[in-house]
């Protein structure tokens, strides 16, 4: 699965972007009940061995989604995608699960495309970070009579996205309480101009990318809960870079117009701030989730 970042500026809750981050899950299943969870990688040590794990509950939902019982479970996970940094990294896991369950059940139930969103989306609560870790690419995610809908967009090859990872993390929750629940006229405005822009940047013309990241609904409000990556987003745009903070952060996204300028932007990250900050040289990822037999079980 694939790691996402949502938003991109100011497309606040519609908006995301699949990323060549992978976190991989085999999944076997028995007839005899039980569950084993065997993780390594990005936050083993914090990581769920039981029925609390976020992976199993929602083949759990899965399952009991299509009305079949739950099999015995054999889960070994290696994830990549770093936890708590606003890379996805739930969303991956709601993700891995669903698809898995599909995966089993190819053959004898049909898992289409709109069932994988709406389990998805149910239990993530919201399409963004899903619908491009689920179908890679651009998505445009939205809501349509409490249906999650979703458009994949192909990005311009000269878009060449940097992600910077700090140490710290950032919980979403928190993050959303940050935000008021009323905003000015002119700022709702301002974010739908720069949301169509941003589609224009990200498909047809990077150059465009700097003015099209612009935001005035949420990052702001957010900037208060982790100052180190307000100031690294301010440093990077000043030089003129199309930085944003990756979903609720507390990673910092690059959007680069080329691969040369990705170099710049991680030499001044380095000069402007004291915070170490894990910079990845990263492509968008066009297949999203993807599933396969393994000997033994699903891949």
Avoid: C
């Amino acid at each position: 699965m694939p790691a996402t970042s949502a938003n991109l500026g100011p497309g606040f809750d519609t908006l995301g972007l699949a990323l060549s981050v992978y976190d991989d899950l085999v999944v076997t299943a028995s007839a005899e009940p039980g569950l084993t969870i065997e993780v390594e990688g990005e936050g083993a040590a914090e990581v769920a061995r039981d029925e609390s794990n976020l992976v199993y509950r929602a083949m759990a939902y899965a399952f009991e989604a299509v009305g079949r019982p739950v099999p015995g479970l054999t889960l070994r996970g290696h994830n990549r995608i770093p936890h708590g940094r606003g890379l996805g990294s739930s969303g991956a896991a709601v993700v891995a699960g669903i698809l898995a369950v599909k995966g089993l059940l190819e053959g004898d139930v049909e898992i289409g495309p709109e069932t994988l969103l709406r389990l998805a989306t149910e239990l993530e609560g919201h399409p963004d970070n899903v619908a491009p870790a689920l179908f890679g690419g651009l998505t445009i995610a939205w809501m349509q009579d409490a249906v999650p809908q979703h458009k994949k967009l192909l990005v311009h090859r000269g878009v060449s996205p940097l992600v910077f990872v700090p140490e710290f993390t950032m919980s979403t929750s928190v993050a959303r309480s940050l935000q008021p629940l009323h905003v000015p006229r002119e700022d709702a405005v301002f974010n739908l101009s720069r949301s169509a822009l941003l589609i224009a940047a990200l498909t047809q013309s990077p150059e465009l990318l700097l003015a099209a990241t612009e935001d005035k609904l949420h990052q702001n409000y957010r900037a208060q809960a982790m100052p180190e990556t307000d100031r690294l987003v301010r440093a990077l745009r000043e030089r003129g870079f199309a930085a944003v903070v990756s979903g609720a952060g507390p990673s910092v996204l690059v959007l680069a117009d080329g691969p040369g300028r990705r170099l710049e932007a991680s030499a001044v990250a380095a000069e402007v701030t004291d915070t170490p900050w894990d910079a990845h040289m990263l492509a968008v990822d066009f297949k999203g989730g993807t599933v396969k037999e393994h000997a033994g079980g699903t891949a």
